[in-house]
T-cell receptor
Framework: EPEVTQTPSHQVTQMGQEVILRCVPI?????FYWYRQILGQKVEFLVS????????KSEIFDDQFSVERPDGSNFTLKIRSTKLEDSAMYFC?????????????FGNGTRLTVT | DQQVKQNSPSLSVQEGRISILNCDYT??????FLWYKKYPAEGPTFLIS?????DKNEDGRFTVFLNKSAKHLSLHIVPSQPGDSAVYFC??????????????FGKGTKLSVIP
């Protein structure tokens, strides 16, 4: 079964450094998402992306965050200057359609640790 | 702002018995409800969903019930198996009209099925 793949599985970085989290969505999917889960808290929506632009973003997704689909297969999340509170599990997801009945398929996540 | 609530952080059930996981929501604009299952070190996996116009959806051992007037849904697993032990997330969506939708997750319920 096709799956969403994320790399790396674990990223450790120092505060203030830039990180790029990478995702390869399922090939025939058109809608891409990033969610995150801070330890012990809910899975939270960050951003959705369709047709090479952001469709929607949450309050969490401030100017420090950006997303890109650089080559038609990868979908990346960049955090420009990491903060301690950015430490979380980051999940990439994709869906075939952007409708409620098109379930999201999640990757296994990247655990980001900011020290 | 807990629009989706799972009030039981954990549940233990004997193998072969029924597991009932509950979820409440507050936003009447949600039009689709989904259950995701998550094993440690993996991303959430879509399990089953229900449209807001239905009150029941069944898929094998899994049945989701929706009570719109009470803003409550539940997931029934019968018979429960040890492999069902995981964290179960209730999620809800409301189409934003922006070409995609975002999921609002509950905090999850950790199900342990005891052999």
């Amino acid at each position: 079964e096709p799956e969403v793949t994320q790399t790396p599985s674990h990223q450790v970085t120092q505060m203030g450094q830039e990180v790029i989290l990478r995702c390869v969505p399922i090939s025939n999917h058109l809608y891409f998402y990033w969610y995150r889960q801070i330890l012990g808290q809910k899975v939270e929506f960050l951003v959705s992306f369709y047709n090479n632009e952001i469709s929607e973003k949450s309050e969490i997704f401030d100017d420090q965050f950006s997303v890109e689909r650089p080559d038609g297969s990868n979908f990346t999340l960049k955090i420009r200057s990491t903060k301690l509170e950015d430490s979380a599990m980051y999940f990439c997801a994709s869906s075939e359609q952007g409708t409620s009945n098109s379930p999201l398929h999640f990757g296994n996540g990247t655990r980001l640790t900011v020290t | 702002d807990q629009q989706v609530k799972q009030n039981s952080p954990s549940l233990s059930v004997q193998e072969g018995r029924i597991s009932i996981l509950n979820c409440d929501y507050t936003n009447s604009m949600f039009d689709y409800f989904l259950w995701y299952k998550k094993y440690p070190a993996e991303g959430p996996t879509f399990l089953i969903s229900i449209s807001s116009i239905k009150d029941k959806n069944e898929d094998g051992r899994f049945t989701v019930f929706l009570n719109k007037s009470a803003k409550h849904l539940s997931l029934h697993i019968v018979p429960s198996q040890p492999g069902d032990s995981a964290v179960y997330f209730c999620a809800a969506s409301a189409y934003s009209g922006a070409g995609s939708y975002q999921l609002t997750f509950g905090k999850g319920t950790k199900l342990s099925v005891i052999p």
